[in-house]
């Protein structure tokens, strides 16, 4: 072997060890990657999985008919009006008589949620021939001992370092022994809005108004982005004009969230006094901050579809306006819909912007329509993420779960549009 041969064969040699080391680098990378993923997604799930599930409890509550329908009418609105409370508090004392002082009657009315006399109220009204005798009502845990029964309150601390106390314990003992303490599936999580109580607040209307926000982005991004990205890509002339448009529509895209938010609260509200925290205003922001990428996703779609088609069509006598509306949109549309996606998702996500226009405030009922007040999901997480209160902290952790299940959701369904409608050519 020659003294060059030798050299290249060295050379040769390097240069793959090279590439080896690389795709090393590259696997070590992408497995450091996903493992923070996992720890992260792992982490959330620990603590959200005890938001789908409540505590119960099994009350014995005596229901006078002199004090709930002294006429005997039996009508819902009479029972709705009738005060439940007193009756439950009277069933707690009765089922418990040895708290006989008053921090000892304080602690034991925590025992159930500050809402569970409502829930007796419904029952009441939903089947009046409960009236007049005493009934088993199975009402919602306070979110202390809910926590207790999760194993998320250490029985073993000292009472000072726990917020349930020891006569609490020995209720709850007292309770389980007697099978009136059970865990269901927390359905009020999923139908329910919020709520100051844990144990009370669900996701329903932080869904709903971030399903009508995004509706409200969608119906003015998507065709004011595609027919800008059809103007600027088929229409306009290739000069400074057309450049210093896609150099800003690219700065556009970069430009940090809650600087749309700002916008939003300078002009659509203080300029056009449009009501605040409503998915309206929320839609709208968010479609300015959508629109680049909508944009920039529908001119890349069109660059994608090949000089022939327009050139056949040209042949054919078609006009530029039909070349392009006919032949090159419908063949540019399924990478125009993955991007609009992918913009969706992105806004899905978004906080600050909401912040800036007042979708932070507490609102307790489902919206039911785009101008009523409303808040959004990634607004609802940062305000229970905020609150004191321990079971706050899963419930945070399950609707981080639920934001991340629709983001999810969305980009496979940009990745299937793509698969299912996309020519190869």
């Known amino acids: 072997m020659t003294e060059s041969a030798i050299i290249l064969k060295s050379a040769g040699s390097k240069r793959h060890r090279a590439e080896a080391r690389f795709r090393a680098y590259g696997l070590i990378a992408i497995a450091i990657s ?33 004090k ?88 073993s601390l000292e009472e000072s370092q726990r917020r ?42 932080a869904v709903v108004g971030s399903a009508l926000t995004l509706l409200i982005c969608f119906l003015l991004a998507f065709p004011i982005g595609v027919l800008a990205a059809v103007y600027l890509e088929e229409f306009s002339a290739k000069g400074r004009i057309n450049r210093f448009i896609e150099v800003n529509i690219n700065n556009l895209a970069a430009v940090p969230s809650i600087v749309y938010g700002l916008l939003g609260l300078a002009i659509l509200l203080n300029v056009f006094n449009l009501p605040r925290s409503t998915p309206l205003v929320g839609g709208m922001v968010l479609a300015l901050m959508t629109l ?9 779609s069109l660059r994608a579809v090949p000089p022939s088609i327009r050139e056949a069509a040209f042949g054919l006598g078609a006009s530029k306006v039909q070349t392009t509306f006919h032949h090159v949109v419908p063949l540019a549309m399924p990478g125009m819909l993955t991007g609009s996606i992918i913009g ?35 607004v609802q997480i940062f305000l229970w993420a905020d609150s004191p209160e321990r079971g706050f902290m899963e419930k945070t952790s399950a609707a981080i779960l639920v934001l991340l299940g629709f983001l999810v959701i969305m980009n ?11 020519i190869r050519w």
Request: aromatic share 8%; net charge neutral.
């Open 164 to 205: 349930v106390n020891d006569k609490q314990i020995a209720w709850i003992e007292s309770l389980e022994a007697g099978g009136n303490i059970e865990s269901r599936f927390n359905t009020q999580f999923f139908t329910g809005g919020d709520s100051r109580e844990p144990e009370q607040a669900g996701i329903m209307g």
């Open 412 to 422: 496979l369904a940009a990745v299937y549009l793509r698969r299912r409608l996309e």
């Open 344 to 378: 969706m998702a992105q806004a899905l996500g978004e906080t600050a912007p909401l912040l800036m226009i007042g979708m932070v405030a507490f609102i307790v009922d489902v919206p039911g329509g785009v101008t009523e007040a409303a808040t959004a999901l990634p």
């Open 34 to 66: 996903l493992s923070f993923l996992l720890v992260m997604i792992g982490s959330i799930t620990m603590r959200g999985t005890g938001a789908f599930k409540q505590t119960f409890v099994q009350i014995e509550v005596n229901l006078p008919a002199e």
């Open 292 to 300: 680049p990428t909508i944009i920039i996703a529908s001119r890349s």
């Open 68 to 155: 709930l329908d002294p006429e005997g009418t039996r009508d819902p609105e009479v029972l709705r009006k009738a005060r439940y409370g007193k009756l439950l508090k009277s069933a707690l004392r009765d089922q418990f008589p040895d708290a006989k002082k008053r921090a000892d009657k304080k602690s034991l009315y925590k025992l159930v949620s500050s809402t569970a006399e409502y829930s007796i109220r419904d029952q009441v009204a939903a089947n009046p021939s409960l009236v007049g005798g005493t009934h088993p009502f199975w009402v919602r845990a306070s979110s202390d001992v809910d926590q207790y029964i999760k194993g998320a309150i250490d029985g």
